[in-house]
């Protein structure tokens, strides 16, 4: 049996409900009817009770459902979605059931409320509690993801210089889905020059020159699970104040990921490289978190940010480290890898060095 479904009937049976409705539809557009499911199709909604589970979906995934959510029966809904759940909760002695409210909307909630005959109760992001904790397959398509988004950005590296941001932005975009990505795992960011101050830097038609900063944020999707890791190069020799911003930034990563390991809090990562580029004199110039979970969605829980979230790492979470300092009219920089926790502190997933590197 899935091991997320068993985890999460566990959790509802220690909350005292009998079940929990997750609905999926592509307006809601959440993952955690995936992540318990295994269904990776654009609709669905999951009636979970403790011993048993049913995934509701229309006529466009009856098969598919079958297949990839062998745990669960599939029911073919026919326009009575309601009236499903209706009769399933009253044939199954399902009497208190948990809904998502931080993700549906009030007008169905409160068709489902008028409707459905059962008390409700919040889950509180019981399954987003679940994710933390990835399963060694989670982590083996996190850590897929990151080789082919690495390879990928290795290719291209030597050819940017005289390229246009898009250029470069499509010839890795194009690597990573030759090497087997199934998807981007986002808009890739590429900033060159001056244009490094902008941490979120959608690529433009400027051209790369000698002599300059590069960032590029970048990574791919594997079965759902995404990768993100972000590599700042210099096209030749760079100023004094770049190269010494990039032994800053790369100074304050090392002293984040020595922070991830079992018992500290993100917090604390957080706070290991905020005090490094506070110390050099640049705080004002770091305005970001400094990282995040990486799984399903590229920005789950936990999040590395001052006063976020009350979290403790825990082996098989996962975790992003990602300091950056940006300086207005003369450019940027920002290193990032995605790390899982482990008994003895962390393990890079991503793989290319962060070490300053001339092209
Ligand atoms: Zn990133
Ligand atoms: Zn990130």
Redesign the pocket.
């Known amino acids: 049996m899935r091991m997320q479904l068993a985890r999460f009937q566990r959790a509802l049976r220690e909350r005292g409900l009998d079940g929990a409705l997750i609905a999926a539809p592509e307006s809601m557009g959440g993952v955690n009817a995936r992540y318990l499911s295994g269904f990776s199709g654009s609709s669905a909604y999951l009636l979970i009770g403790l011993e048993n589970a049913w995934i509701l979906v229309d006529f466009r995934y009856w098969e598919q459902a079958a297949i990839e959510s062998p745990d669960f029966e599939v029911v073919h809904l026919d326009g009575q979605g309601i009236g499903n759940v209706i009769h399933l909760c009253k044939s199954q002695d399902i009497y208190c059931l948990g809904f998502e409210e931080d993700k549906v909307p009030v007008q169905i909630w409160r068709r489902w409320n008028e409707a459905i005959p059962v008390v409700w109760r919040p889950l509180e992001r019981m399954v987003e509690r679940l994710r933390l904790v990835k399963t060694t397959e989670e982590i083996a398509l996190i850590r897929e993801a990151a080789a082919i988004a690495g390879d990928s950005l290795m290719e291209i590296l030597p050819n940017i210089v005289g390229q246009r941001e898009t250029d470069v932005a499509f010839e890795l975009e194009w690597a990573m889905r030759r090497r087997g990505a199934e998807a981007l795992a986002f808009p890739t960011i590429v900033a060159s020059g001056p244009r490094g101050s902008l941490p979120h830097a959608q690529p433009t038609s400027r051209v790369i020159q000698p002599g300059e900063l590069v960032t590029l944020?970048f990574?791919a999707r594997v079965s759902g699970y995404h990768s993100?890791?972000?590599v700042t190069v210099a096209t030749a020799q760079v100023s004094r104040e770049l190269s010494h911003i990039y032994k800053v930034v790369a100074e304050a990563q090392a002293a984040g990921i020595a922070a991830v390991k079992p018992g500290n809090s993100p917090q604390e990562v957080d706070a290991a490289a905020r005090a490094i580029i506070g110390a050099a004199g640049y705080g004002e110039a770091f305005g970001h978190g400094t990282g995040h979970g990486v799984g399903l969605e590229v920005h789950e829980d936990p999040y590395a940010s001052p006063g976020v979230g009350d979290q403790v790492f825990e082996v098989g979470m996962t975790i992003?480290v990602?300091p950056g300092i940006y300086l207005p009219g003369v450019g940027g920089v920002r290193l990032?890898d995605t790390l899982v926790v482990t008994e003895s502190g962390c393990e890079r997933l991503t793989r290319v060095p962060k070490h300053f590197r001339v092209i």
């Open positions: 944020d990574g993100d890791e972000t992003t990602e990032e």
